[in-house]
Nanobody
Framework: QVQVVESGGGLVQPGGSLKLSCAAS????????MGWYRQTPGNKRELVAL???????KYEDSVKGRFTISRDNAKNTVYLQMNSLSPEDAADYYC????????????????WGQGTQVTVSS
């Protein structure tokens, strides 16, 4: 079994910063990509940022230059540093990981965390 657990959400004032963390654990052979999605009530879950095993990254346009995704491969952990937060960034943030659980890499599994809430308000 694999577990993906986020931490670091909370309340921050507009213009402030927050750092999210997410750790994957369990029967992991290798992690192909880790990242963050967010969702607000009544809306689809949307991509925020991804980081691939080789270090390449992908960001949603509205967070470019404000958010930074990073990864500690040894700890199977991904981070999201969020700066210059605005009320539009408020959402439930979900960690995502695409993981091979066996050495033969016959199937890539998607795993999601339980979500962590980010509130941006004065």
């Amino acid at each position: 079994q694999v577990q993906v657990v986020e931490s670091g959400g909370g309340l921050v004032q507009p213009g402030g910063s927050l750092k999210l963390s997410c750790a994957a654990s369990g029967s992991i052979f290798s992690i192909v990509v880790m990242g963050w999605y967010r969702q607000t009530p009544g809306n689809k879950r949307e991509l925020v940022a991804l980081i691939f095993s080789g270090g390449s990254t992908k960001y949603e346009d509205s967070v470019k230059g404000r958010f930074t995704i990073s990864r500690d491969n040894a700890k199977n952990t991904v981070y999201l540093q969020m700066n210059s937060l605005s009320p539009e960034d408020a959402a439930d943030y979900y960690c995502y990981a695409a993981i091979y659980i066996t050495a033969d890499k016959t199937r890539l599994y998607d795993y999601w965390g339980q979500g962590t809430q980010v509130t941006v308000s004065s």
